[in-house]
């Protein structure tokens, strides 16, 4: 299925459990590079739907089997896409929705949850790229350096890849501090103290700017939540079913 966002197609799954009559249902956001079938990313949904929720995995602009070049997506455009979602969901009778998302999604997912603070309901967030905001006003973009002030057309960054300078511009500009401060209902964070893509201090800080947050640390696991996968889907189904 697709769900419009303008004129940009959004490709995404609607999944529902056994019991799907009047359950909620989380809108689940993968990360940068990534889409909605990682294997980590289907593992939480089915938590969440063993749970008792429906879910709808989307990729998002650039990414996946949605519409729009990689180079060119950046977080407002992502952000777009998903109060795009929002609207979709609420137009299909869900009135119970959260946001989920893994990494770059992560933050996305909380600056859209501070900004639809009244319609959402939980976020659930694996790993939550919550720095890149900040990275991008010190110019450090994924390990590459430029001029905060002089931001060139086209930034390197991982396996080859390209971001327009915009794409900087933009984080620039992202305060998840204010957006986090705006949440005010329940919130997890699940957060390997092996991860090396962002690391854990990040979540630890931006925990302390929610006012209901649950900050659970998995010892030995990764950003990608691949050597515990049974960990993460239990803490997500446990957490999830005492918010029904």
């Known amino acids: 299925m697709f769900i419009q966002d303008d004129e940009i197609r959004l490709s995404a799954v609607l999944e529902k459990p056994e019991n799907a009559e009047g359950c909620p249902l989380v809108i689940v956001l993968h990360g940068f590079t990534s889409a909605k079938d990682r294997p980590h990313t289907v593992r939480a949904a089915a938590a969440m739907r063993e749970a008792g929720f429906a879910t709808l995995r989307m990729d998002l602009y650039g990414h996946g089997e949605s519409d729009g070049e990689f180079r060119n997506h950046t977080l407002h455009k992502w952000i777009s896409n998903?109060?795009?979602?929002?609207?979709?969901?609420?137009?299909?009778?869900?009135?119970?929705?959260?946001?989920?998302?893994?990494?770059?999604?992560?933050?996305?997912?909380?600056?859209?949850?501070?900004?639809?603070?009244?319609?959402?309901?939980?976020?659930?967030?694996?790993?939550?790229?919550?720095?890149?905001?900040?990275?991008?006003?010190?110019?450090?973009?994924?390990?590459?350096?430029?001029?905060?002030?002089?931001?060139?057309?086209?930034?390197?960054?991982?396996?080859?890849?390209?971001?327009?300078?915009?794409?900087?511009?933009?984080?620039?500009?992202?305060?998840?501090?204010?957006?986090?401060?705006?949440?005010?209902?329940?919130?997890?964070?699940?957060?390997?103290?092996?991860?090396?893509?962002?690391?854990?201090?990040?979540?630890?800080?931006?925990?302390?700017?929610?006012?209901?947050?649950?900050?659970a640390v998995m010892a030995g696991e990764t950003h990608h939540f691949d050597r515990h996968p049974e960990q993460m889907e239990t803490l997500i189904r446990d957490w999830m079913r005492k918010q029904r």
């Open 82 to 215: 998903v109060m795009a979602a929002i609207d979709w969901a609420r137009g299909e009778g869900y009135t119970d929705l959260y946001l989920s998302g893994h990494s770059q999604g992560g933050l996305v997912a909380t600056v859209a949850g501070g900004m639809e603070a009244d319609r959402i309901r939980g976020l659930i967030l694996r790993a939550p790229a919550f720095m890149i905001p900040r990275c991008c006003r010190e110019g450090n973009l994924l390990g590459t350096h430029i001029d905060p002030k002089q931001i060139p057309d086209s930034v390197p960054v991982i396996k080859g890849l390209e971001l327009d300078g915009n794409y900087v511009r933009v984080a620039q500009t992202v305060c998840v501090e204010e957006a986090a401060e705006r949440f005010r209902n329940p919130v997890l964070i699940l957060h390997g103290d092996e991860d090396d893509t962002v690391p854990l201090s990040v979540s630890q800080e931006m925990a302390k700017h929610f006012a209901n947050c649950e900050l």
